[in-house]
């Protein structure tokens, strides 16, 4: 299977963020946010609470076995999704506009059927909606996240990447805080499912997303190129490879939060009525951390042009925090962990984005690139709850927090591979496109 060849540097996109066509940047911001938002408040409001409520209802004493079986399998799905997503809306011709068109169908349709969540009574419903939602809200994710690339200027992408890395962690916090105060179940899925759909509708209302006709002779979009979308080779792109494995391992390492409300209710013995609001305190306390982390540093990594310290000092702290929450003797220390947790998530969304854009090999296929990028975001929400299991058996919560530490110190150690903002082509570094071999004919006398 084939690359996309083109570099980056000679792509023709970039010229639309000086052009007309372009969103202003301040409405390109807010409708990016808002689009995340929503998504956000639609996929992490589940994972992070109502799933837990919903499967304990289903299964009882089985909920923490179902929960992973679940989340497991909706994030193969997502796996899936995201690429095809991106890949789709690369090539989307629509007069709404090739990121807009799957903003809103993926919004409108995720949210819808995630209403129908409350209705479920055995776990495969629970299963099969999860697994619908995951793979629509996927193709929105894919179409926003190619807006970085579309359309923002790379002078600005580390302060744009840190403002969506608030959006993130905003999107959740709001879902939880609004489904918090109510107790009926068919509430609470209706809030977080309204929350996706006015996500999606004022994105797309802010959002300027000229036509983007088929280029002479591009091939259609068929089988091949589809299976195209979940590829891009490292071998050929190191940089690419290096950046993916980043953000799978830190991911890994904080993927540990939607665990937060089984853990107190084993180790502390926290009960239903009250996990709800613990779990709200602990993401408010982690999201107002990440939030000013990611929308402060974002800033700071524009004007000092770097963004490897940011991620090694993410992967460092994201891992003192799983060992506090290991070793954790009391709520008040699951608490300080969560801090330094939500810290160090700050800093990694402060340059990530910007940092996996910056290794792009084609800005005509950003919508793709980012898509398998965001693979590694997906991954993690499979994995992780594949593996607890054994883990938990073997070590209980603290073994699985220790190993999730060591994956985020081995991820932010990788970032040492990558070029540094302006030293691309270092070869000291993984290069962002190497070179095809050439073959120069010697003649003889």
Not at 47 to 66: H, K
Not at 67 to 95: C, E, H, K, Q
Not at 130 to 147: D, E, G, K, M, R
Request: proline content about 6%; glycine content about 10%.
């Amino acid at each position: 299977m084939t690359d996309d060849p083109s570099p980056a540097a000679s792509d023709p996109l970039p010229a639309l963020v000086a052009s007309n066509a372009a969103t202003p940047l301040p409405r390109l911001i807010g409708a990016m946010m808002t689009s995340i938002m929503g998504a956000y408040i639609a996929l992490l409001t589940p994972l992070q609470l109502l799933l837990t409520l919903q499967l304990t209802r289903i299964s009882g004493d089985g909920a923490a076995a179902s929960f992973s079986v679940v989340t497991g399998i909706g994030a193969l799905l997502a796996l899936v999704a995201n690429p095809l997503g991106g890949r789709i809306s690369d090539r989307t011709a629509a007069r709404f506009g090739r990121r807009r068109t799957w903003i809103l169908t993926g919004a409108l349709s995720g949210s819808l059927v995630l209403a129908t969540m409350s209705f479920t009574t055995q776990v495969w419903q629970v299963a099969l909606i999860w697994c619908v939602v995951q793979t629509l809200l996927n193709f929105q994710q894919a179409a926003t996240s190619a807006l970085l690339s579309d359309q923002v200027p790379p002078d600005r992408r580390g302060s744009v990447s840190g403002l969506l890395g608030l959006a993130t962690a905003l999107g959740p916090l709001i879902g939880l805080a609004a489904v918090s105060l109510l107790q009926n179940a068919a509430l609470q899925w209706s809030i977080a499912a309204t929350g996706g759909l006015l996500g999606g509708v004022i994105s797309v209302l802010l959002l300027r997303d000229p036509q983007h006709p088929r280029a002479s002779g591009e091939p259609r979009l068929g089988l091949a190129e589809l299976a195209k979308s979940f590829w891009l080779n490292p071998a050929r792109h190191p940089a690419f490879g290096w950046a993916w494995a980043i953000r799978f391992l830190i991911t890994c390492a904080y993927a540990s939060s939607t665990y937060n409300a089984f853990f107190l209710l084993d180790r502390f013995k926290v009960g239903s009525a009250r996990v709800g609001g613990i779990v709200l305190l602990l993401s408010l306390l982690s999201v107002g951390l990440l939030a000013i982390t990611s929308a402060v540093m974002g800033f700071v990594s524009d004007r000092l042009h770097r963004q490897k310290p940011f991620v090694i000092a993410s992967g460092f702290l994201a891992a003192g925090g799983l060992v506090l929450m290991a070793t954790a003797p009391s709520v008040a220390v699951v608490f300080v962990a969560t801090a330094v947790s939500g810290v160090a998530t700050g800093l990694f969304f402060a340059v990530d984005s910007a940092m996996c854009v910056r290794v792009l090999p084609s800005s005509a296929n950003a919508g793709k690139d980012l898509a398998v990028i965001n693979m590694a975001n997906t991954l993690p929400q499979s994995i992780v709850p594949f593996i607890a299991p054994a883990l938990l058996a073997v070590g209980g919560f603290g073994a699985l927090y220790l190993f999730l530490a060591a994956l985020g110190v081995i991820g932010g150690l990788f970032v040492l591979r990558l070029p540094e903002i302006g030293r691309e082509g270092d070869p000291r570094f993984a290069l962002i496109t190497k070179p095809k071999a050439v073959t120069t004919a010697v003649s003889s006398h």
